[in-house]
């Protein structure tokens, strides 16, 4: 069973009995385009992609080899599929579903095989997300991760969550990102990704750093959220990371020593000290400063 973006791309269109240039009319590129997206010497960027799927009635996770189950299977030739059946949830109305199998497989095997996604590189300015300019490798994921693209990660401003420099993070593409979910980002002044926290507060949003040595960055019109962290790939961790992390949090513990030792003094625990400064946070609020 073909499980590559340009091997399913061949099969559905000899199955439709259509021609590389006929198929290369419809999406609006020519039959060499078509050529070197069946050899896998190039991917089809999002819009093609979901040109190709609506023109052949399938998915774009079948198409990327995510899944083994076209939405609305086309015809295909006899040798291409066996069927083990299954059924959806209840809120799918428990329609039958199909995974193809490869002969001699377990349906286990079948179900851990990896699915490639892009590494993303320097992104450039004024061309799709996915388009192949911006790729600079690949890496397997499972399956059953929905994942879009990958970005290695440089620099220590997540490390305090666990996410170090040289892993790389997978991604999906998404629009409304989540509250407090960690997100890759660029603004369009330099089109560098960077992986933070999205914070939302009211009307506000951040991009906020793992590593308090680090500021956060307010979202603006400038930035554009271009994927949500849905796993990670990561490297062995090493002692220099460790002693780094411990450094940074005996700076930040020291600066609490004094104000905890005052209030250790007036008798107040945690949470006193926690009404007290809401309180005059509350004031604050009420009060018009006005500078001499």
Known sequence: ????????????????????DELGKVLGVGNSTISLYESDSRRPDVDTLLRLAKFFRVSTDYLLGRTDCPTEP????????????GYLDE????????????PGASLGDTLRRGVAVPILGRIKAG?????????????????????????????????????????????KQVTSPTHGAVVAAVEEDTWEATLKFYVKANSHAVLKAANPEYKDIPITDRHRIIGQLVSLSK?????NDYLAHLMYKGVADKKW????????????????VANIISAFGQIGKHVNYRTP
């Open 1 to 20: 069973m073909a499980h590559s973006i340009g091997a399913r791309i061949r099969d559905l269109r000899q199955a439709r009995e259509k021609t590389q």
């Open 257 to 272: 020593e004094l104000a905890v030792e005052i209030a250790q003094q007036h008798g107040l625990d945690g949470e006193k």
């Open 91 to 102: 809120s799918t109305a428990a329609r039958p579903i199909e995974r193809s199998i490869q």
């Open 127 to 171: 061309i799709p997300l996915m388009s192949e300019a911006n790729f600079e490798g690949e890496i397997e994921v499972p399956k059953d991760i929905k994942a879009d693209f990958a970005l290695r990660v440089s620099g220590d401003s997540m490390s305090w969550a666990g996410i170090a420099d040289g892993d790389i993070a997978i991604l």
């Open 74 to 85: 086309p015809p295909l030739p006899t040798n291409v599929k066996e069927s083990c059946v």
């Open 235 to 239: 490297n062995p961790p090493v002692l």
